[in-house]
């Protein structure tokens, strides 16, 4: 499977931004997809994190109310909708996949495939 990130860039406080990330090979294996973001000198981050059928949607508390997380699987990409963004939320955002069924889709470990990430960079 590889993973395909795009969408990143310089926007001002209060903007939006949505990132894609589009997947090709062994994508009908594919169930969770997830975003994770990494600033500088800190450590990956969950993000936001959607389930094959779209029944479940965790988001990490930081961006809870301001990011969406959706996925189209016929055109096998997943989405990021980011609002309101916020200085802090500047960081490398990848996205990853897994085929694994019942996985904890908030955890690093749990996907095998990452993409190569997209900047986001929010101006004050």
């Known amino acids: 499977v590889q993973l395909q990130a795009s969408g990143g860039g310089l926007v001002q406080a209060g903007g939006s931004l949505r990132l894609s990330c589009a997947a090709s090979?062994?994508?009908?294996?594919?169930?969770?997809m997830g975003w994770f973001r990494q600033a500088p000198g800190k450590a990956r981050e969950f993000v936001a994190a959607?389930?094959?059928?779209?029944?479940?949607?965790p988001y990490a508390d930081s961006v809870k109310g301001r990011f969406t997380i959706s996925r189209d699987n016929a055109k096998n990409t997943v989405y990021l909708q980011m609002n309101s963004l916020k200085p802090e939320d500047t960081a490398v955002y990848y996205c990853?996949?897994?085929?694994?069924?019942?996985?904890?889709?908030?955890?690093?470990?749990?996907?095998?495939?990452w993409g190569q990430g997209t900047l986001v960079t929010v101006s004050s």
């Open positions: 090979g062994r994508t009908l294996s594919l169930h969770g």
């Open positions: 959607i389930s094959r059928n779209d029944d479940y949607t």
């Open positions: 990853a996949a897994t085929d694994k069924m019942w996985a904890l889709l908030i955890r690093t470990d749990t996907y095998p495939w």
